[in-house]
């Protein structure tokens, strides 16, 4: 049996340049490694989880990612569709979020903006609605 690729990971013949750097960017976040994903990042990148403040500069997006990755703390991803236009990837997909034995899923639409080959701009749609329900299925089926 071979072993099991993560979905962010399957590249498609008809993938783009900026699809293969957005699959690439989640499969590296979702093996825990973001030291690994700041290759795809550019220097000036805005990471905008819409409804909430925006995150500017790689130190801060850094910062972020760093703590998502500590023991305990994970994320995965489901990639449901992903296609780009131009310079932009559009993505849709399942985020989970995991703190110890809770893991919260919700549904996420993402738009990557590529610039010189890099996440220049990182913007994250979701319902809060959504989230809350996911961590309340996620420590209801941990415990």
């Known amino acids: 049996m071979e ?7 399957t590249a498609l013949l008809s993938d783009t340049a900026n699809v293969q750097l957005v699959r690439r960017f989640l499969a590296a976040l979702a093996s825990g490694d973001p030291d690994s994903a700041r290759q795809y990042l550019h220097p000036d990148i805005v990471w905008h989880n819409v409804s909430l403040p925006k995150v500017r500069g790689i130190d801060s997006v850094m910062r972020i990612l760093r703590g998502s990755s500590r023991p305990g703390v994970g994320f995965d991803v489901r990639l449901h569709h992903i296609a780009d236009e131009g310079t932009a990837v559009l993505t849709e997909r399942t985020d989970i979020l995991i703190w110890k034995r809770v893991r919260s899923e919700f549904w996420v639409c993402g738009t990557f903006e590529i610039e010189d080959g890099k996440i220049l701009v990182w913007r994250d749609y ?3 609605r959504d989230v809350l329900w996911g961590t309340i299925k996620g420590i209801v089926r941990a415990f």
């Open 126 to 128: 979701f319902s809060n």
């Open 3 to 9: 072993p099991r690729t993560h979905p962010t990971e």
